[in-house]
């Protein structure tokens, strides 16, 4: 197994702008924005109002007289007594107001993140096979699991952390800039030269953080292949190899995001220094003034607090930056799956499939196709052939023949370089695809079995199926008596990929989830593989029952299974070399008579 290659290993041009991409997932929550956005600027409002009250705790509270210029002791503890009450409903509002911002964007940060989850899962499942031929699923679920994560906590905290923290700073600087004018307008011009490093500290930022999101992603990927393939990786004793590989990934991954937590801590550390520096220059500057008696003590109290307000502000709108800087390239990361484009998709005005339950004809007219990941290499060369309605075709042929791919451009998993597919004369194009798949029912090769009971992954095949008619199913699968025998029954969990049964038994749930489907075309590909020989004499018998009336291409290996087809179909390198019965290929002493003499005696 190779390693993995993200798709998304290009230069990392993200940047805050990227977070846009996030608009149409917030405008349906304007409302619940609004109300964040007016318990931030209040819970800031009480933050800035809370120096205005210290003043006047220290210039009124208690330095409190009387009018001969004495110390009126009672009018001092009264006065002391009602600033302190100030300060105590300043914080009761800060407190409320804080609460009452902190659930409304958390909901919001949650609710955006469901819907982006769901709207990036729902636009994977409609993607077509070539989609994954370039895209490993532990890429794919690495966005939907850490790249969400990260906008979750960009719009369910820093994002709004960052606003009010902004909000104060703006605040708290323009008070200082009004109660001091000549200082802080000095502090202010260096405040601005301070901005010029740090976007370049930015950037070195945002660019690590796509870098570390991307090598977390590789991790992914390389987890979800390994996992996926254990009984594999243990009979061939590769687990020393696949956590040499893994560790190897994750050292990468622990490599980049040190690179990206230095840049960011130096990022921190220059805009706190930086702006206390200055911050700190203003508020000697002001100790000097209350020396020489121009300003008042409270008025260098509230200035002090609101030079610390300013810094702490200044601080955290560092952490938030860094927060955004990583949340931009999830983003990105995020908009660009999205954007992903499936080649296959339904005509803008479908015409409505004519497939009956009788039975359809199927016309493949000189189809001509090359698989997207191997362009050089034809899957299916000047490919024709006519199905009649209720015709049982068997594809036979060695690997690589074709056989699968007439499949895949049946279900149009894929569409033909050039030739169409047409059913009831209708070009499987205009067709709705939804409509067109509807109409399939297929057992694969390779039994796929979901992580839920057995009932389910029979019903799987029509949601609307009562429990009877899953049973009954069953039972023309010849499933019926295994599942039974299972310890719950039809609810017994069969485990992931129905790890809890044989590969014949889940070949047979498969066969009878089709059944459930009753679709009126019918592909089988290789039904009966995994079947022992009695198993697979009372299928087939279920299989032939199930066909009667169906339009139905069988692939097939083991001839045997495919004797009784009105006709079979050799194919080779893409093209098809011979069709016939039976008996007929067998009497022209040609590719199919070599193949069944290889099988069984003639």
Known sequence: MSAPSSTASAPAKASPRALSGLLPYLRPYRGRIGLAILFLVLAAGATLAFPLALRALIDQGLVATGADGSIDRGAQVLALRNHFFELFAVAAALGLFSAARFYTVSWLGERVTADIRNAVYAHVLRQSPEFFETTQTGEVLSRLTVDTTLVQTVVGSSLSMGLRNAVMGIGALGVLVWTNPVVMTQVFGVLLLIVLPSVWFGRRVRKLSRASQDRVADSSAIAAEVLNAIPVVQSYTAEARESARFDASTAAAFQTAVGRSKARSALVAFIIIAT???????????????????????????????????????????????????????????????????????????????????????????????????????????????????ETVALVGASGAGKSTVFQLLLRFYDPQSGRIRINGLDTRDMDLQDLRQHIGIVPQDAVMFSTSALENIRYGRPDATDAEVVAAAQSAFAHEFITALPEGYNTFLGERGVRLSGGQRQRVAIARAMLKNAPLLLLDEATSALDAESERMVQAALESAMRGRTTLVIAHRLATVQQADRIVVLEHGHIVEQGTHAALVAADGVYARLAALQFTV
């Open 276 to 390: 206390s520096g200055a911050l700190l220059w203003g508020l000697y500057q002001g100790t000097q003034a209350v020396l020489q008696g121009t300003i008042t003590a409270g008025h260098l109290g509230q200035t002090v607090v609101y030079v610390i307000i300013l810094a702490s502000a200044t601080a955290v709108l560092g952490e938030v930056y860094g927060d955004v800087l990583r949340a931009a390239g999830a983003s990105e990361r995020l908009m660009e799956l999205l954007a992903t484009e499936s080649p296959i998709k339904s005509a803008a005005n479908p015409t409505p499939a004519l497939i009956t339950q009788a039975g359809s004809a199927i016309v493949f007219e000189d189809l001509n196709f090359n698989y997207p990941s191997r362009p050089l290499q034809p899957a299916l060369g000047r490919f024709s052939l006519d199905v009649a309605p209720g």
